[in-house]
């Protein structure tokens, strides 16, 4: 069993209050992504050093200077000359000639050289091509619930929000992953980490300047009653106000700071919830712990890997876990009877090959609480260690704060 005792600790501040992540992890050989799984709209195409764009389906070079036809039916004018030394995409060909769009042709003969991309590089651009269509097919704010249910399918669980209202969970085998809300059978919440997800512009894969570019500047704080909450945005996270809609962009700083997921909520759904927090339930905490292992499982399938199953033991360690350190306000790994992570797990009969534990406090929802997690290296490394088979979460919320307390325990059994 391969156990790693040492901790690390990450601090996250959100709105006015404080969240916290602490780690336990095993060590841990990576994991193999499928590579069409991580190709979406925004993923560039790389062919020797230039962007492979879609519709492309090779490049010549010009090595004399070769006239530029404009084709005319049976005519063929001459537009300009293509200089030795520069090169140009060609997407389509007639005989004898290759085109370099929009009607325009050059000879095929020994003043070029045309090349072609290879099976792989083909692959990966019609892999793009169809992201791109998929991306058109977007569940949006304001759609019908009938729409979605047209996109989407049926939904596979449905749970409580921190907004009093059902979140309804969609996916694939954790493919196409989308959690929505509904306003009268209307959309007015929608989170997705969908790599052919986009919304207002944004995309997952976008840069933070594309960000900019179609959202604006980021909101600095969110108005509840007469209180302000302040509104954390940082390399991780920025929250926008466009078009009455509340849109929370999170980057992933573990692949170059790119959109990792995206959530919109329209401003009359956001102030449903009067405060930071929601109304502790146990309903709600079953939500959490659900929707916790729901997101744990599409981050996984997203980079390839397979989905865990659900532990009820896990569950129970998580929970009784989670409780104590919310109960005697503490945050560690090890609780005050010096049990460790392994202990609690093996007191419910839990025995395993390799184990670890994830835990976090302080986050509204367990969307932004598995996002912190995931941009968290140590944490990241639980979530998408390809060793761990099952997964027991319990979440718990302080009397008092409503602050949620959250355990992730996974774990493989023998």
Sequence with gaps: MVRKSGFKGVLLATFLLTSFLWL????????????????????????????????????????????LYKLEGARQKISRTLKAGQSYRIYSFKPGKLSVGNGYYVDRDNRIIYETPSKTKLAQLACKKQAIEKSKLSVQIGETKASVEKKLGKEKRVSLSEYGVNWYTYHNQYDQFYIIGYVKNRVEFVFSNYRNYQTHGVYIGSSKQEVREALGKPITSILKG???????????????????????????????????????????LEN????????????????????????????????????????????????NHSLDMATHNFFDHVNLKGQDPFQRMEAQGIRYWTAGENIAMGYPSSIFA?????????????????????????????????????TENFFQPY
């Design 272 to 319: 449903k919830k009067h405060g930071y927090y929601g109304y502790p339930s146990a309903s709600l905490q079953q939500a959490f712990e659900m929707q916790l292992f729901d997101l744990t499982n599409a981050e996984r399938v997203k980079h390839g890997l397979a989905p865990l199953n659900w532990d009820e033991r896990a569950r129970r360690s998580a929970r």
């Design 370 to 406: 598995h996002e912190a997690l995931m941009n968290s290296l140590g944490h990241r490394k639980n979530i998408l260690n390809p060793d761990y088979t099952h997964v027991g979460i319990g979440v718990q919320f302080q009397a008092k704060t409503k602050v949620p307390y959250y």
């Design 226 to 268: 007469n209180i302000y909450y302040l509104v954390d945005n940082s390399e991780e996270q920025q929250t926008f106000l466009k078009n009455g809609l509340y849109i929370t962009v999170f980057y992933d700083v573990h692949m170059k700071g790119n959109v990792t997921a995206v959530q919109v909520i329209t401003s009359n």
């Design 24 to 67: 336990l992890f095993p060590d841990s050989d990576g994991y193999a992504a499928d590579p069409c799984l991580s190709i979406g709209p925004k993923t560039t195409i790389w062919w020797n050093g230039a962007e492979l764009k879609v519709g492309e389906i090779g490049r010549l070079h010009v090595l004399k200077d070769t006239p």
